[in-house]
């Protein structure tokens, strides 16, 4: 982000030189139990008998769900709970017939406390209003709706509450309206580099059968063709359910960030507002490190690798390097695959938690 200086949080181990396969479950549990062995065992012990919500904040595409993914890989599905909240709004409404003849209609419909009626939000909801737009209270109650129907001691993560800027203010006060046990909330803050999004975005392809999705620079498929006629690389997807299909950028995505920026601009004055925040626990996730200092705090294989490809003498031939791009700062900088910002993640909560 502009103007804002997250601290680095380095992996590396003195005396250790082996090399981890971070892309695979048993490399990372290998990689995770040496980085992060003492705070994987502490968070642990306190899971077994509390939790904890967090508020995922970051720009579009800058990874929160992967980072829920691998902490629900190292301790547990059952002890971990990501509420998506656009896939609860989006949710309800897809089966709005169904859920309106629920008792959890019901539920909401007392959970709910507005400035319009519950029925003028339904007519937001449903988009039968041009006139109101879904208010943040309505989110909330669907919210406390869900959060309600959680079993066992699960730590939450919250994707996508605040978005707007009214939305900080009622969440320094949601985990004690929805009376969460007394369990501490943080906010997870993500910095990471326009120019990173918008290759992510340039280069990324999807099979049109299973729709899998690679990215031609930094995550390619195991085989790369070129196209003589129209003088490009091309993938075939690796699934062999899909029969050697060709993999196709989506419309749209040749233009980056471009068609988001309005987005990222919002989700950049959130960040901000959240980062000047006092009295709430912070966990500050940086996905990128300046060339000059990455070596000092990482390993070389913790960096995101950047795949050349060349085509020569009828063949195609990849190349890889490090993945170098420069921040909104204008700095150079590495990015760092999700392994190693997980092992800041977990240094971190470990002091926010104080345990």
Same mark, same amino acid.
Request: proline content about 4%; charged content about 30%; overall charge positive.
């Given at each position: 982000m502009k103007n804002l200086e997250f601290p680095i949080v380095g992996t590396k181990v003195k005396g250790v030189t082996k090399k981890f396969d971070i892309n695979s479950p048993s490399g990372r549990k290998e990689y995770f139990e040496l980085k992060t062995?003492?705070?994987?065992?502490?968070?642990?012990?306190?899971?077994?008998g509390s939790s904890f919500v967090a508020y995922l904040l970051g720009k579009k595409n800058s990874g929160k769900g992967t980072y829920t993914v691998m902490f629900s890989e190292i301790f547990g599905g059952d002890k971990v709970e990501h509420v998506s909240v656009g896939d609860l709004v989006r949710d309800v409404h897809?089966?709005?017939n169904k859920f309106s003849k629920s008792s959890d209609?019901?539920?909401?419909?007392?959970?709910?406390?507005?400035?319009i009626s519950f029925d003028?939000?339904?007519?937001?909801?449903?988009?039968?209003?041009?006139? %109101? !737009? @879904? #208010?943040?209270?309505? &989110?909330?109650?669907l919210l406390k709706l869900h959060i309600?129907?959680?079993?066992?001691?699960?730590?939450?993560?919250?994707?996508?509450?605040?978005?707007?800027?009214?939305?900080?203010?009622?969440?320094?006060?949601?985990?004690?309206?929805?009376n969460f046990r007394d369990d501490p909330d943080l906010f997870v803050l993500i910095d990471i580099p326009e120019?990173?999004?918008?290759?992510?975005?340039?280069?990324?392809?999807?099979?049109?059968?299973?729709?899998?999705?690679?990215?031609? %620079? !930094? @995550? #390619?498929?195991?085989? &790369?063709?070129?196209?003589?006629?129209?003088?490009?690389?091309?993938?075939?997807?690796?699934n062999p359910n899909c029969e050697g299909a060709r993999m196709e950028a989506k419309e749209g995505d040749s233009l980056g960030i471009e068609p988001i920026k309005p987005r990222l601009l919002k989700d950049e004055e959130i960040l901000k507002m959240v980062y000047a925040l006092h009295g709430i626990p912070k966990v500050y996730l940086r996905n990128h490190v300046p060339v000059s200092e990455v070596s000092k705090y990482f390993d070389d294989y913790e960096i995101t690798p950047e795949y050349v490809l060349k085509y020569q003498d009828k063949k195609v031939k990849v190349e890889e390097k490090p993945w170098s791009v420069k921040d909104d700062n204008g700095v150079p900088v590495n990015s760092?695959?999700?392994?190693?910002?997980?092992?800041?993640?977990?240094?971190?909560l470990v002091g926010v938690l104080g345990i």
């Open positions: 062995g003492g705070e994987i065992k502490a968070i642990k012990k306190y899971l077994s897809a089966n709005w209609y019901e539920k909401l419909k007392k959970l709910y406390r507005g400035y003028q939000a339904v007519e937001a909801l449903l988009g039968r209003s041009q006139e %109101k !737009l @879904l #208010p943040t209270e309505f &989110i909330l109650a309600g129907k959680i079993r066992g001691n699960k730590a939450i993560f919250i994707d996508g509450l605040p978005r707007e800027a009214d939305q900080v203010s009622y969440s320094l006060y949601f985990r004690d309206l929805i120019a990173v999004i918008d290759e992510r975005i340039k280069y990324r392809v999807v099979c049109p059968l299973c729709h899998n999705s690679r990215n031609l %620079k !930094l @995550l #390619p498929s195991s085989k &790369i063709n070129f196209d003589e006629k129209e003088k490009k690389f091309f993938m075939i997807c690796d760092l695959l999700a392994a190693p910002v997980m092992v800041s993640f977990l240094k971190q």
